[in-house]
């Protein structure tokens, strides 16, 4: 908590303070708070109304963010913080957002209609927690419990029904039984929730450290936003390459994947993902032996228009369906086959599907320390490759265009066609990456 007491947004408890109002910090900061752990935005709650927070704070930059609801957003230092008057809220015809909001003089009825116990405790600028509904003990019992009855609070809001999920995923908590129970029972709220906000709270799912876990215990939540996942649970593989079920495949996978800050969401939606094609591909043979020929192609389709429903962005769209289309890619030790793949889909996303395919390997459960440093082998290959600046794209030809062009060669396809020829001979080592060589070479191919 002392850091919590120590940060800059602090001044806006003071302030409110000073001026005579009720102000506490709420919810998710103070969850993370207790926890040890950072935080991300600082919330407010007070007993100011929405004017009284303006006038409060008129020698600051205000913004009006959700002034209906009761909130203003106030910035410290350039640090938004939203400050929200004490409410209840109305009815939620819509499953989503309450009809009315009504402002109440008591913090406890604030706290009162908040999604989660953990998420339901507040603190003074003292350090002082009010938290009736032992939101402090179900983290230190690591357990996410719904604020009252788990049915209305899933009916206000279906969305925190994939909050809940994330929380677990994130903080490695357990579900409390009748708030999975009131889970499973309201799943079919999340086909009235807006996609964009269901795929918000997935990547965030899959972000956390314990979504493999929570994957397990509660994909069929899931059923009616996200079928194609549920249809990989309990699929048997009848192959002795796999000891699992294709879902249990892919979440090994995907606790495997090695990932970056940067492409961590992507890197494990692919490997969750990579073959949710299988039991569309699926045959046994004579010898009871089970085979999924052309499962990357169909993943690849599935996987397409899985976020084509979510509205993903196109770059997200686009990277997640070529590491799913290329994640069973045949790599060996050959700087000229990685060389042709690296001038194919680039440097970096061929090093992608690398850390895609080794996750996928040891999905399987029976990964072999020879393959393991197989593997490692080809990344550092690749990573020579880059370091010593080798030649494996048009760019890094030391003769471009209008070199060709220079020799007596009409502007248009056979350009290309020699610059092609030329790369791919000094992939092949046939000559050199240098100017005279090359134009030597080109003379003999015009």
């Known amino acids: 908590m002392k850091k919590l007491?120590?940060?800059?947004?602090?001044?806006?408890?003071?302030?409110?303070?000073?001026?005579?109002?009720?102000?506490?910090?709420v919810g998710?900061?103070?969850?993370?708070?207790?926890?040890?752990?950072?935080?991300?935005?600082?919330?407010?709650?007070?007993?100011?109304?929405?004017e009284q927070i303006i006038d409060v704070f008129s020698s600051y930059r205000v913004i009006e963010t959700g002034i209906k609801h009761g909130t203003v957003t106030v910035l410290v230092d350039d640090i938004p913080v939203e400050v929200t008057t004490y409410r209840s809220d109305g009815t939620y015809?819509?499953?989503?957002?309450?009809?009315?909001?009504?402002?109440?003089?008591?913090?406890?009825?604030?706290?009162?209609?908040?999604?989660?116990?953990?998420?339901?405790?507040?603190c003074d600028a003292e350090g002082n927690l009010t938290d009736p509904f032992g939101g402090a003990e179900d983290i230190e019992a690591g357990i996410i419990r719904t604020v009252g009855d788990p049915e209305k609070r899933f009916r206000e809001d279906g969305l925190r029904i994939m909050r809940g999920l994330r929380f677990a995923a994130v903080l490695g908590f357990?579900?409390?039984?009748?708030?999975?129970?009131?889970?499973?029972?309201?799943?079919?709220l999340l086909k009235e929730i807006s996609v964009e906000r269901i795929f918000v709270e997935f990547k965030k799912l899959l972000a956390g450290e314990h979504a493999g876990n929570?994957?397990?215990?509660?994909?069929?939540?899931?059923?009616?936003?996200?079928?194609?996942?549920?249809?990989?649970k309990g699929f048997e593989q009848h192959n002795p390459y796999h000891k699992y079920d294709v879902l249990e495949h892919c979440i090994r996978a995907m606790e495997a994947v090695v990932t970056t800050a940067e492409n961590a969401t992507e890197m494990k939606m692919v490997a969750l993902l990579h073959d949710v094609g299988k039991p569309d591909t699926y045959f046994m043979d004579d010898e009871g032996i089970g085979h999924f020929y052309g499962h990357p192609k169909k993943s690849e389709e599935l996987v397409r228009g899985i976020l084509q429903r979510l509205k993903a962005d196109k770059a997200t769209l686009e990277r997640v369906t070529t590491l799913v289309r290329y994640h069973d890619l045949i790599f060996d030790k050959d700087e000229r086959l990685l060389k042709r793949w690296m001038n194919r889909l680039g440097p970096e996303v061929l090093m992608e599907i690398l850390e895609i395919k080794l996750a996928d390997n040891i999905g399987t459960g029976n990964m072999s320390p020879e393959l393991g440093r197989k593997f490692a082998d080809i990344r550092d290959m690749m990573a020579d490759i880059l370091a010593q600046e080798q030649c494996f794209s048009l760019k890094d030809l030391a003769v471009g265009g209008n070199d060709i062009i220079a020799l007596g060669v009409q502007p248009g396809p056979e350009v290309g066609r020699i610059l092609a020829e030329l790369l791919e001979a000094v992939i092949e080592g046939e000559c050199e990456n240098e100017k005279e060589a090359l134009l030597a070479r080109a003379k003999h191919l015009c």
């Open 5 to 25: 007491m120590e940060c800059r947004e602090k001044e806006i408890l003071d302030v409110l303070g000073k001026a005579g109002y009720e102000a506490y910090f």
């Open 28 to 50: 998710g900061c103070i969850r993370d708070a207790v926890m040890g752990r950072d935080g991300g935005d600082v919330d407010v709650a007070t007993n100011a109304l929405p």
């Open 174 to 188: 357990e579900i409390e039984e009748e708030t999975a129970l009131a889970m499973a029972r309201n799943k079919g």
């Open 214 to 232: 929570v994957l397990r215990k509660y994909v069929d939540v899931l059923s009616d936003v996200l079928p194609e996942i549920v249809a990989m």
């Open 93 to 122: 015809s819509d499953g989503r957002h309450p009809d009315s909001v009504e402002f109440v003089k008591s913090l406890e009825e604030d706290l009162a209609r908040r999604d989660f116990t953990v998420n339901a405790i507040a």
